[in-house]
């Protein structure tokens, strides 16, 4: 098992940037799959980015590509979300996600382990 907590939320102005980390516990993170979902008031949690086991490959929802990048550190146990050129629609809190499949890598119901997530709010 794995337990998650998110940090590096915070208001920042649109055009600004960001980093989110996700704290990971357990032996076995390297075996993990991790992702950013992200939820804004009132809408479904909705998938930001992934990253498989190694760091070899990420995934990417077509709203963020080119501003977000995902990257983990299997020796410190954390994931981490970068987030440039931040927009008003970028406003969310911000989950960290875990499982040991990217079977489903795009749908909530795809992860087993959940952070309490993080809020960011992009002002215009």
């Known amino acids: 098992q794995v337990q998650l907590v998110e940090s590096g939320g915070g208001l920042v102005q649109a055009g600004g940037s960001l980093r989110l980390s996700c704290a990971a516990s357990?032996?076995?993170?390297?075996?993990?799959?991790m992702a950013w979902f992200r939820q804004a008031p009132g809408k479904e949690r909705q998938f930001v980015a992934a990253i498989n086991w190694s760091g070899g490959i990420t995934y990417y929802t077509n709203s963020v590509k080119g501003r977000f990048t995902i990257s983990r550190d299997n020796a410190k146990n954390t994931v981490n979300l970068q987030m440039n050129s931040l927009i008003p629609e970028d406003t969310a809190n911000y989950y960290c996600?875990?499982?040991?499949?990217?079977?489903?890598?795009?749908?909530?119901?795809?992860?087993?382990?959940w952070g309490q997530g993080t809020q960011v709010t992009v002002s215009s």
């Open positions: 996600a875990a499982d040991e499949s990217l079977s489903r890598l795009r749908i909530d119901s795809g992860y087993d382990y």
């Open positions: 357990g032996r076995t993170f390297s075996s993990y799959n």
